[in-house]
C-alpha cells in the first residue's frame, strides 16, 4: 500500500500578524512547518511527502528543507488563493501508483506518530479518516447581524476535526474535482458532500492548530512538555 503525504502550508497567516510568513515563524528555535514535516517523514507508513507552499516563501522553505537531511524525499509545489485549492495542487504532483494520500496541516506542529500511523491503518478499511476531539466548550449558533443567539448546539454531537486526514486517494481526487463551489476549510468536507463515509478517530487535545499569537504560546508550552 503506498501512502504519501501532503503538507498545505500556502496559508499567509494573516491571523497571526507575523512579520515573516506563517511556516517560517520560529517556534522553539525551529521553523513551525518543520515539526509537521519531520513526523510525517519519519513514518515508514509514508513513503514520500510534497509539501504546499507560498511561491513567494518557496526558495527559502526549500533551502530549508534541503538543510534538514530528512529520511524521505520531499517534492515542494506552489499553493492557491484557499487551502481546497493547495491541497488540490498537491493532490495533483501525487506518484501515479499512491493508494492512500495522508493532509496534515503545516501549522499542527504536536501530532503524534502513534496517532499519525492509527489514523492510516484505519484508512484501510475505510474511504476516509479524520482525527477529532469531543468539543470541550458550549457550542451557540449566533447571527452575523445584530450577534444574537439563535441556538445552543448539543455538544454530545460536537467534535472538533482537525488534520491529520487519511483518504483513499481515488476518492478524495473526485471529491476535489466534483464537490463544486463549497468553501471547504477541510479536506473531509468534500468527500462528505460526494455522500462518502467518513470515519472518525478520536485524537488528542494537544495537536492544536497554530492560527494566532496565543496558539504560539499555547505550543511551546506543550513542545515543553512533549516527550
Ligand atoms: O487557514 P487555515 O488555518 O485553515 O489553514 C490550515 C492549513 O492550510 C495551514 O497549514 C495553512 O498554511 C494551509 N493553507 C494553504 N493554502 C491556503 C490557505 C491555507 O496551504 N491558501
Redesign the pocket.
Known amino acids: 500500500m503506498k501512502v504519501q503525504a501532503i503538507?498545505?502550508?500556502?496559508?499567509?497567516?494573516a491571523r497571526l500578524k507575523s512579520q515573516v510568513p506563517?511556516?517560517l515563524v520560529m517556534l522553539k528555535g525551529k521553523p513551525l512547518f518543520v515539526y509537521a514535516l519531520e513526523i510525517l517523514t519519519k513514518s515508514s507508513m509514508i513513503s514520500s511527502v510534497i509539501l504546499?507552499v507560498n511561491a513567494e516563501a518557496k526558495p527559502e522553505l526549500e533551502r530549508i528543507v534541503k538543510e534538514l537531511s530528512l529520511l524521505k524525499p520531499v517534492k515542494v509545489v506552489i499553493?492557491?488563493?484557499?487551502?481546497r485549492?493547495?491541497?488540490f495542487n498537491g493532490l495533483q504532483s501525487t506518484d501515479d501508483a499512491t493508494e492512500y494520500v495522508v493532509v496534515h496541516?503545516?501549522?499542527?506542529p504536536l501530532v503524534s506518530q502513534s496517532l499519525l500511523e492509527e489514523a492510516i491503518e484505519k484508512c484501510r478499511q475505510e474511504a476516509a479518516v479524520v482525527v477529532a476531539v469531543p468539543v470541550k466548550p458550549t457550542i451557540k449558533r449566533v447571527a452575523k447581524e445584530g450577534l444574537y443567539v439563535e441556538a445552543t448546539l448539543d455538544r454530545s454531537f460536537l467534535w472538533e476535526v482537525q488534520t491529520p486526514q487519511v483518504f483513499k486517494k481515488q476518492i478524495l481526487l473526485k471529491a476535489h474535482q466534483q464537490a463544486g463551489e463549497i468553501l471547504a476549510?477541510d479536506d473531509a468536507s468534500l468527500v462528505e458532500a460526494l455522500g462518502e463515509k467518513v470515519k472518525v478517530l478520536e485524537g488528542d487535545y494537544k495537536n492544536i492548530?497554530v492560527?494566532t499569537q496565543e496558539d504560539l504560546l499555547i505550543a511551546e508550552a506543550l513542545i515543553g512538555n512533549h516527550s
Do not use: C, L, N, Q
Open positions: 503538507i498545505p502550508a500556502a496559508g499567509i497567516g506563517k511556516p504546499v499553493g492557491g488563493e484557499t487551502r485549492e493547495s491541497v496541516d503545516g501549522a499542527r476549510t492548530k492560527t
